[in-house]
Antibody, heavy 120, light 111 residues
């Protein structure tokens, strides 16, 4: 069965870096575009970043452009989000989500999320 | 402040019908990008309930339906059940932002 398992979250000071990973199983990662979506405590969903199935192009939320980098290693079935210059407002649960061509590229699977807390 | 506007909350009694609106603009919903709806019960991860404006994934009850007109979309839920109590989010692509956007979310309370 399809599984997405995020890791790498934690508590970090403002200005520092963190790298999130999303381990994919039960499907061929290289066939699908992937997204990161975050949810601040008690708040709504916020799209963060997208990477094409082959890594050929990426898109970012304006507030993370130049600070976050989405990447993928299809040979290891893993998605990453490198987060630099972290800000307090980046505090959130970060989910990786898989696109589904069957659902017109809506997300058919989400990970359980990993919590990133940016605090001094 | 999201570019997609949803009411913060809606409520209804069991068996009733509720609708949740999602208002966008000419750079997102009005630009004919597909609209998705996600359901997120408390303490769980989101689940897609509508894709491409009007379509239901297999396993989603036919009590859920989607519509789209102009720069707005709506999710309707008929025959409300206690299990429908959740936060609901609309999502689409925005060409001016070159990225995807979610609505602010609507909390559905089943009275």
């Amino acid at each position: 069965q399809v599984q997405l398992v995020e890791s790498g979250g934690g508590v970090v000071q403002p200005g520092r870096s963190l790298r999130l990973s999303c381990a994919a199983s039960g499907f061929t990662l290289s066939d699908y575009g992937m997204h990161w979506v975050r949810q601040a405590p008690g708040k709504g969903l916020e799209w963060v970043a997208f990477i094409a199935y082959d890594g050929s192009y990426t898109h970012y939320l304006d507030s993370v452009k130049g600070r976050f980098t989405i990447s993928r290693d299809n040979s290891k079935s893993t998605l990453h989000l490198q987060m630099n210059s972290l800000r307090v407002e980046d505090t959130a649960v970060y989910y990786c989500a898989k696109e589904s061509p069957e659902y017109s590229y809506g997300y058919d699977y989400w990970g359980q999320g990993t919590l990133v807390t940016v605090s001094s | 402040q999201s570019v997609l506007t949803q009411p913060p909350s809606v409520s209804g009694a069991p068996g009733q019908r509720v609708t949740i609106s999602c208002t966008g603009s000419s750079s997102n919903i009005g630009a004919n990008y597909d609209v998705y709806w996600y359901q997120q019960p408390p303490g769980t991860t989101p689940k897609i309930v509508i894709y491409a404006n009007i379509n239901r994934p297999s396993g989603v009850p036919d009590r859920f339906s989607g519509s789209k007109s102009g720069t707005s979309a709506s999710l309707a839920i008929t025959g409300l059940q206690a299990e429908d109590e959740a936060d609901y989010y609309c999502q689409t692509y925005d060409s001016s932002l070159s990225g995807w956007v979610f609505g602010g979310g609507t909390k559905l309370t089943v009275l």
